[in-house]
Antibody, heavy 116, light 110 residues
Framework: QVQLQESGPGLVKPSETLSLTCTVS????????WGWVRQAPGKGLEWIGY???????NYNPSLKSRVTILRDMSKSQLSLRLSPVTDADTAVYYC??????????WGQGTLVSVSS | EIVLTQSPGTLSLSPGERATLSCRAS???????FSWYQQKPGQAPRLLFY???NRATGIPDRFSATGSGTDFTLSISTLEPEDFAVYYC???????????FGQGTKVEIK
């Protein structure tokens, strides 16, 4: 079955770059759509962006100027970069497989705190 | 930009009762890309329904979902202890490709 695992630093300084990796097993990432979603502490879910089977990407307009989503098919990994970060970017970051407009498979999430 | 508004914010019910959750869109949707999720503390969201009313794998049939246009509903016929959680609606708009979540409804034990 498909498994997703986020990884990356748990602490990032303000104005620096948040970099996360999502390792996917059980499915070829080249054949599916993938997304990133975040959740600030005690808050709701916020869509960050998609990367499609074509390699095209789409981002939340509110984050578009700061976010990059990439994929490395040889490693079966997705990556998320957000720069520069502020306190408001403190959140649990999830990667998820997209399909039928929804997200049927999720990683367990990784907490990233932005603090000096 | 589509805005999804969920109500109520919190629903206080007892096990065995029926729960009805609402999600209202700021403009009419086709429903093809409308989904519901359940999230428990410390866990990732779990997809319950996609395309408005298609139950995801492993979701018990006490859960049901309907809707069209601007009004969508998630129902839980008989609340089990494990159903107390936060529920989110979500819509994917393919043109341009964007995704929006509602703010969530917390179903808590009364």
């Amino acid at each position: 079955q498909v498994q997703l695992q986020e990884s990356g630093p748990g602490l990032v300084k303000p104005s620096e770059t948040l970099s996360l990796t999502c390792t996917v097993s059980g499915l070829p990432i080249s054949n599916y759509y993938w997304g990133w979603v975040r959740q600030a502490p005690g808050k709701g879910l916020e869509w960050i962006g998609y990367i499609y089977d074509s390699g095209d990407v789409n981002y939340n307009p509110s984050l578009k100027s700061r976010v990059t989503i990439l994929r490395d098919m040889s490693k079966s990994q997705l990556s998320l970069r957000l720069s520069p970060v502020t306190d408001a970017d403190t959140a649990v970051y999830y990667c998820a497989r997209a399909g039928n407009g929804g997200f049927p498979n999720w990683g367990q999430g990784t907490l990233v705190s932005v603090s000096s | 930009e589509i805005v999804l508004t969920q109500s109520p914010g919190t629903l206080s019910l007892s096990p065995g009762e029926r729960a009805t959750l609402s999600c209202r869109a700021s403009q009419g949707l086709t429903g093809k890309y409308f989904s519901w999720y359940q999230q428990k503390p410390g866990q990732a969201p779990r997809l319950l329904f996609y395309s408005t009313s298609n139950r995801a794998t492993g979701i018990p049939d006490r859960f049901s979902a309907t809707g069209s246009g601007t009004d969508f509903t998630l129902s839980i016929s008989t609340l089990e202890p494990e159903d107390f959680a936060v529920y989110y609606c979500q819509h994917y708009d393919p043109s341009p490709p964007t995704s929006t979540f509602g703010q969530g409804t917390k179903v808590e034990i009364k």
